[in-house]
């Protein structure tokens, strides 16, 4: 994700009003290269199915921030830094230059929650791929672990992963509210133009199905 992010939020754990990113992938519009390589694309089959079910998950945990972002298939590991909202009432994004680091909509269900929690990251910036570069390779049942505050470590599993152009963004299901312990992750992808950038984003959705606690929790 390069650019203004996705985000329109009232408040912490409500619904969301969303307005949807500008990814300009300013990698691929410098790179030089003739034939212009875009990140991943999910597949269909990592799409919901008809009549998916995804019931069995853990007990949500008390609400307490996250400090670092795993996913292990796709060799992930990133500290989080917390975002809030620009003046126009868009989601902030990481800085350009911390390109690797992962952000948590700070205003929002902390991960491991009961809720929703949104993270976003960068697919790329001007000097490449980025923390959420192979986001769209990930499949059902891939793990994701955060690790939050109070030291303990959420993990959650991949139900589905989708790609959506900018027009069609399903609002309500990717940031509605949730009875349990849910993630969405979200980058830029979908088609490229090289004068306006990402047409479309990439969401991964995942609920929480356990928690392994630390020794000593992080101060």
């Not at 030089?32 to 007990?59: L, N, Y």
């Not at 491991?112 to 791929?129: E, F, K, L, M």
């Not at 192979?134 to 790609?163: M, P, S, W, Y």
Request: glycine share 12%; proline share 8%.
């Amino acid at each position: 994700m390069q650019g203004r992010s996705a985000g329109r939020a009232r408040g912490r754990g409500t619904g969301w009003l969303i307005v949807i990113a500008v990814c300009i992938g300013l990698w691929l519009v410098q790179n030089g290269s003739r034939t212009i390589i875009t990140p991943p694309v999910p597949s269909a089959a990592q799409a919901f199915a008809a009549g998916q079910h995804t019931d069995a998950a853990a007990d949500p945990l008390p609400p307490s921030d996250p400090v670092r972002f795993r996913i292990p298939r796709i060799r992930v590991d990133a500290p989080v830094m917390g975002l809030g909202l620009a003046p126009d009432s868009s989601l902030e994004v990481p800085p350009a230059g911390r390109s690797h680091v992962a952000g948590w909509y700070e205003e929002g269900t902390p991960p491991g929650s009961r809720g929703t929690a949104i993270v976003a990251g960068h697919v790329d910036n001007a000097r490449g791929p980025a923390v959420f570069y192979g986001l769209g390779t990930l499949q059902k049942g891939h793990r994701i672990e955060v690790l939050r505050k109070d030291g303990r470590t959420a993990v959650f599993t991949v139900d589905a992963v989708e790609v959506y152009e900018n027009e069609d963004f399903p609002d309500a299901r990717v940031y509605g509210p949730a009875d349990r312990a849910e993630l969405r992750v979200i980058t830029c992808g979908g088609g490229f133009d090289s004068r306006s950038g990402y047409r479309g984003n990439v969401v991964v959705y995942a609920h929480l199905i356990g928690v392994r606690e630390q020794s000593r929790p992080r101060d």
